[in-house]
């Protein structure tokens, strides 16, 4: 079972940056698996934005606005990171960590999710 657990969100002006981390634990069912971010806006739905592959480390950014915001981990995917510079009031949303075994790069229906971090971005 693999646990993930954000942390980094809040208030911020417009402008500012945040950056958020997910914590990793626990162990994949797979050799390779990948590790990303979603996020859902207010009466939106949930989007992807970004992940990272275990097998290469290449990451992959959706079409989404927030795919901006470069993704990071440490060595040994233990904590990955979502730089937000910049921000503005658009990228208001719940931010999800999610993890699935298996892939290159998270599908639509990761494995694993996170309880989500809280970003707001207003004067």
């Known amino acids: 079972q693999v646990q993930l657990v954000e942390s980094g969100g809040g208030l911020v002006q417009p402008g500012g940056s945040l950056r958020l981390s997910c914590a990793v634990s626990?162990?994949?069912?797979?050799?390779?698996?990948?590790i990303g971010w979603f996020r859902q806006a207010p009466g939106e739905e949930r989007e992807a934005v970004s992940c990272?592959?275990?097998?290469?480390?290449?990451?992959f950014r959706s079409d989404s606005r927030a795919a901006r915001f470069p993704i990071s981990a440490d060595d040994g995917l233990d904590t990955v990171y979502l730089q937000m510079d910049n921000l503005s009031p658009e990228d208001t949303a719940v931010y999800y960590c999610a993890a699935e075994a298996g892939v290159h790069h998270l599908s639509d229906h990761p494995d694993y999710w996170g309880q989500g971090t809280q970003v707001t971005v207003s004067s």
């Open positions: 990272i592959s275990s097998l290469d480390r290449s990451t």
């Open positions: 626990g162990t994949f069912t797979s050799d390779y698996y990948s």
